[in-house]
């Protein structure tokens, strides 16, 4: 699985749109993008992932650079629920490594 | 239905007991995965069953010895466990982990602290 690079913290003001980045310079044509959240003393929770179009669901909205080298996981008006560790994962198959993730705080 | 159950959701063992975590899904997902989480560090694959039967191991010490007795359950049995081996212990399952694309549904987590 390729590597992944995140912020290690962000901070987003509730109502606000959270933009959370992810580099994936290494990934390979059959590896997708996905996004998983962990709220503190849970499991993770999946969010959304993608190959290389643009994907959005009732959560987020997942953008995938052309040459997908990065993407950006957007969560449109983030409130206090939202603030959990983000891990993006590139993977081709059921194995998740997971990396630092980034922190998403969101303040009121 | 897209919950995994996991028992008990606290552990407190000795390091000469023998104790079990369990995991239960009825998703009718034909892989499950135990995952072991330190504190403040992401969660790091331990096994993978497919099908019942063991598909990965990560080179995880025998003192982990994983069971899948059947296709809704995942147990995972302790024994002569070191205090380093405290963590939250993590169960998930997916539909088919030969897929391209899976999803995997996480449980809450067992927090284990061996004395």
């Known amino acids: 699985d390729a590597k992944t690079t995140q912020p290690t913290s962000m901070d987003c003001a509730e109502g606000r749109a959270a933009n959370l980045p992810c580099n994936h310079s290494?990934?390979?044509?059959?590896?997708?993008v996905y996004w998983y959240r962990q709220i503190h003393s849970q499991g993770p929770q999946y969010i959304i992932h993608?190959?290389?179009n643009n994907e959005t669901n009732e959560m987020a909205s997942l953008i995938i650079t052309e040459d997908r080298k990065s993407s950006t996981l957007i969560l449109p008006h983030a409130t206090l629920r939202d603030t959990a560790v983000y891990y993006c994962?590139?993977?081709?198959?059921?194995?998740?490594?997971f990396g630092e993730g980034t922190q998403l705080t969101v303040n009121p | 239905d897209t919950e995994v159950t996991q028992t008990p959701k606290h552990l407190v063992m000795g390091m000469t007991n023998k104790k079990s975590l369990k995991c239960e899904q009825h998703m009718g997902h034909r892989a499950m995965y135990w995952y072991k989480q330190k504190a403040k560090k992401p969660p790091e694959l331990m096994f993978v069953y497919s099908y019942e039967k063991l598909s990965i191991n990560e080179s995880v010490p025998s003192r982990f010895s994983p069971e899948c007795p059947n296709s809704s359950l995942l147990n995972l049995h302790l024994h002569a466990l070191q205090p380093e081996d405290s963590a939250l212990y993590l169960c998930?399952?997916?539909?088919?982990?030969?897929?391209?694309?899976?999803?995997?549904?996480f449980g809450p987590g067992t927090r284990l602290l061996v004395l």
């Open positions: 290494t990934i390979s044509g059959n590896e997708y």
């Open positions: 998930a399952s997916s539909a088919n982990m030969l897929a391209v694309q899976e999803t995997q549904y």
């Open positions: 994962i590139a993977t081709s198959g059921s194995r998740l490594t």
């Open positions: 993608g190959l290389k």
